[in-house]
């Protein structure tokens, strides 16, 4: 599966961005899909995941602000991210997991900058 995210960009404190990835050269809807961000001089770190059944998770840092869905026709992962805060300031990822029996396969998109700044 390859991953094209988009969205970032440079938004001031407390205002918001949706994050996007679209997925192609698979099937979409068997895979887990997480959102991931690094922060320059952090380690890369999972924001939001969502499963292919529905179910999300979310870092404890963005719980209440953001949201990932996933839109199965389209191939397309969101996050919706508001009342953002300089701290969210990273490269977010999107990545894929396909869950296997013994092992499972992750697959990553390039990064799209996001900027939280006044």
């Known amino acids: 599966v390859q991953l094209q995210a988009y969205g970032g960009g440079l938004v001031q404190p407390g205002g918001y961005l949706r994050l996007s990835c679209a997925a192609s050269?698979?099937?979409?809807?068997?895979?887990?899909m997480a959102w991931h961000r690094q922060a320059p001089g952090k380690q890369r770190e999972l924001v939001a995941e969502i499963t292919s059944g529905g179910s999300t998770n979310y870092a404890d840092s963005v719980k209440g602000r953001f949201t990932i869905s996933r839109d199965n026709a389209k191939n397309t992962v969101y996050l919706q991210m508001n009342s953002l805060k300089p701290e969210d300031t990273a490269v977010y990822y999107c990545?894929?997991?396909?869950?296997?029996?013994?092992?499972?396969?992750?697959?990553w998109g390039q990064g799209t900058q996001v900027t939280v700044s006044s």
């Open positions: 050269g698979s099937i979409f809807s068997i895979y887990d």
């Open positions: 990545k894929a997991i396909l869950r296997g029996t013994l092992r499972d396969w992750d697959y």
